[in-house]
């Protein structure tokens, strides 16, 4: 007889055997299967996670049912040495993927439940050994198939496994162990009672959150651990390890690695500045400015005192079209406490914002794209480019202000920037005004798309009053409703002349 079918009678206190993979990952599988079957575990069944970028795990940011920064999940500090303090969307994603299986456990006929990851290395087995804690009886005694009592059975540890001689259950031990787990489905209905919100990952609400609140117990010494972050040899779905790059014999699959393990964060930032605004509303301007004061705020970039970027965006999901680094492609997991904007008189505005409207289709398209999700306004279907400008122009302005960038700059008041970047340490030795003033003027004058620039049109306030004035009533309400939305700080920039 096959040895490891002898084995199979050591997992008989497990009625069903899970193993969470993703779609498509033959190589995690393939390793899984290897894995199991070497230790009796050929009952398995595969069930399928929750991808990163599902539905789901959209919304479930959306909803702001995601811990977010800051503080740091982990520790709870501001500013602290964490390498990954946010919740990342593959994080989210592993968090579903254990609450379906909870889920699945609940709805099936089964009391008793044993949960591998795919990535799972089991090192130095020892039938003989973990028979002796595994046996019905001493799981019986543990109240492992009491159908009132919560339990969790821990095996795993992110160490490497060691040789072992004996084993004994711990109780209370609270060792995150995804790797390998047992739990009854009493334990399955108290995940599902206890979840409300993202607030950590999945092993330590598992582990530390729900093993509080059950009866839990760990081997004494762990028989499984994983092979993407223990030994790095296996691609690691959550955070990409340098260790997995190295050790890659196949140097197209490596570059495609190393790019993966370069633009990865896991870190949101905090920055003394964020400052933001409209396309061609200031932002290039106040980054110059902020460097005439020796402040390193990059302009779409993000540098050692900040960024001033036009492109907001409140979710992990969409990136920025223009950016010069992975922080200013992904603001998301940027943070300041100082959120300044920009704002343009709309009469001022107008005219580049059409031309940005017409001839940055990239720009045009972003900005579309999150005033629809923001605001449920469509800008498509303003056809006349002179309404189109005004509703893209206003609609930005309330995003941003409503996402907390309530210090208020107009454009070109170098005097007010001044104030708005003074801390009690930074007083600022200021150039002659009329320098800060030449910069207003230089900096954003003929912008060029594809290497051409275009002539701007220039509108009087009578114009802009009467447009206003005749919009269809359908447009005139979300006019208003958008004009009230902002504060009277920034409308008394942004429609200065137009009274
Ligand atoms: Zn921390």
């Known amino acids: 007889m096959n040895n490891n079918l002898g084995y199979n009678s050591l997992w008989n206190g497990f009625e069903k055997v899970l193993c969470l993979t993703l779609e498509g ?59 990954n303090n946010i919740l990342i969307p593959s994080q989210v994603a592993c968090f579903l993927s254990f609450l379906d299986i909870f889920e699945f456990a609940i709805n099936s006929p089964f009391n008793t439940f044993l949960v591998a990851e795919d990535d799972i290395q089991v090192k130095h087995f020892n039938e003989k050994v973990l028979r002796e804690v595994l046996n019905i009886e001493v799981l ?34 609270q060792n995150p162990s995804n790797y390998l787990f047992g739990f009854n489905k009493s334990f399955a209905k108290l995940a599902k009672d206890e979840f409300k919100k993202i607030n950590t990952t999945s092993d330590v609400f598992i582990h530390r959150v729900l093993a509080s609140k059950a009866i839990s117990y760990s081997l004494s010494s762990h028989i499984a651990t994983d092979y993407s972050w223990c030994s790095e040899t296996i691609r690691s779905l959550i955070h990409p390890k340098r260790g997995y790059v190295t050790q890659l014999k196949d140097s197209n699959k ?45 302009h779409e970039e993000l540098k050692s005192h900040g960024i001033s970027s036009w492109m907001y965006i409140d979710n992990p999901f969409i990136k920025a079209p223009f950016c010069k680094d992975k922080y200013s492609e992904n603001p998301f ?19 580049s914002q059409i031309i940005e409207n017409e001839k940055n289709i990239q720009s045009y398209s972003f900005r579309k794209k999150i005033i629809q999700k923001n605001l449920n306004f469509d800008l498509d279907k303003i056809y006349c480019p002179l309404g189109k400008a005004i509703f893209s122009i ?94 009277s700080e920034i409308r008394d920039i942004l429609f200065e002349n137009l009274n």
């Not at 050929?42 to 940011?61: A, T």
């Not at 109240?143 to 992110?158: A, K, R, V």
């Not at 490497?160 to 209370?172: G, I, S």
């Open 254 to 298: 490596k570059l495609i690695e190393l790019k993966k393990y370069q633009e990865h964060i896991q870190k949101a930032i905090y920055v003394p500045y964020w400052i933001s605004g409209i396309p061609r509303g200031g932002t290039k301007w106040a980054s110059v400015i902020a460097h005439t004061f020796g402040i390193d705020i990059g």
């Open 394 to 487: 206003i609609c930005w302005y309330l995003i941003i202000y409503k996402n907390s960038f309530k210090i208020v700059v107009r454009i070109g008041d170098h005097e007010k920037l001044k104030e708005a970047f003074s801390t009690k340490e930074n007083r600022f030795p200021i150039k002659k005004n009329e320098d800060l003033d030449f910069l207003y003027k230089d900096v954003n004058s003929g912008k060029k798309y594809l290497g051409r620039s275009y002539l701007k049109q220039d509108f009087t306030s009578e114009e802009i009053i009467d447009y206003i004035k005749n919009m269809p009533n359908n447009l005139s309400n979300c006019f208003n409703n958008f004009k009230e939305g902002l504060s």
């Open 333 to 351: 997991y940027i943070y300041s406490q100082k959120k300044i904007l920009i704002v343009r008189p709309l009469l001022k505005g107008l005219g």
């Open 25 to 83: 990952e033959i190589e995690r599988q393939r390793s899984a299967t290897k894995e199991l079957c070497n230790i009796g575990l050929d009952k398995f069944q595969f069930f399928q996670g929750v991808k990163n970028n599902d539905q789901r795990i959209v919304k479930i940011y959306e909803q702001n049912n995601v811990f977010s920064f800051p503080p740091c999940f982990r520790c709870g500090e501001q500013k602290c040495n964490c390498d």
């Open 140 to 173: 019986r005694e543990l109240s492992f198939f009491n159908s009132e009592i919560p339990c969790l059975l821990s095996m795993g540890s992110p160490e490497p496994v060691k040789v072992y001689r004996e084993l004994y259950w711990e109780k209370n031990k």
